[in-house]
T-cell receptor
Framework: DAKTTQPPSMDCAEGRAANLPCNHS???????VYWYRQIHSQGPQYIIH???NNETNEMASLIITEDRKSSTLILPHATLRDTAVYYC????????????FGTGTRLTVIP | NAGVTQTPKFQVLKTGQSMTLQCAQD?????MSWYRQDPGMGLRLIHY???????DQGEVPNGYNVSRSTTEDFPLRLLSAAPSQTSVYFC????????????FGPGTRLTVL
């Protein structure tokens, strides 16, 4: 699976949009971009995934650049409960396999 | 719905002991998996199951056994615990064959002395 690079930490004011970037310049054509988050001492939580089109669900939006070498996860109205470590991973969408989370971005939402 | 539940939350074992980590889900998901999470190594897949009676090995299966007698339950058995198995263990379930949107349990923190 392709390697991803994320900033180690970010702050965001409560109620504002949180924009979390991810670089995946070596992504292959059949690899999807996934985002998970992990709140301290809890299990990972799936957020969203996409291949090349922008995606939106009830939690977030995913913007993937046209060359697919980077993406941005957007939490439109961050709350204190969104404070967590966010992981961007790329993987082939074919069954069970490892989820290499890397170091992720620690997002702190500030009141 | 309780989602995915795991017991125990914490466990300390001595080398050579055996134990079973319990995992249950009430979402009627066919697909379930066990991961271990170690610092800097992400989530490594131990075993997975695509339905009752069907299990398969993941990336790091040695030292672990699984069974899937019902859709709801997917226990992970440590046969003879070793210090290298000290880790946080997560069970997950999914309703998609590609293990796409996985729902994770709260984890079991295991220490082997």
């Amino acid at each position: 699976d392709a390697k991803t690079t994320q900033p180690p930490s970010m702050d965001c004011a409560e109620g504002r949009a949180a924009n979390l970037p991810c670089n995946h310049s070596t992504i292959s054509g059949n690899e999807y971009v996934y985002w998970y988050r992990q709140i301290h001492s809890q299990g990972p939580q799936y957020i969203i995934h996409g291949l090349k089109n922008n995606e939106t669900n009830e939690m977030a939006s995913l913007i993937i650049t046209e060359d697919r070498k980077s993406s941005t996860l957007i939490l439109p109205h961050a709350t204190l409960r969104d404070t967590a470590v966010y992981y961007c991973i790329v993987r082939v969408k074919t069954g069970a396999n490892n989820l290499f989370f890397g170091t992720g971005t620690r997002l702190t939402v500030i009141p | 719905n309780a989602g995915v539940t795991q017991t125990p939350k914490f466990q300390v074992l001595k080398t050579g002991q055996s134990m079973t980590l319990q995992c249950a889900q009430d979402m009627n998901h066919e697909y379930m998996s066990w991961y271990r999470q170690d610092p800097g190594m992400g989530l490594r897949l131990i075993h997975y199951s695509v339905g009752a009676g069907i299990t398969d090995q993941g990336e790091v299966p040695n030292g672990y056994n699984v069974s899937r007698s019902t859709t709801e339950d997917f226990p992970l058995r440590l046969l003879s615990a070793a210090p290298s198995q000290t880790s946080v263990y997560f069970c997950a379930s999914s309703y998609t064959r590609d293990f796409n949107e996985q729902f994770f349990g709260p984890g079991t923190r295991l220490t082997v002395l």
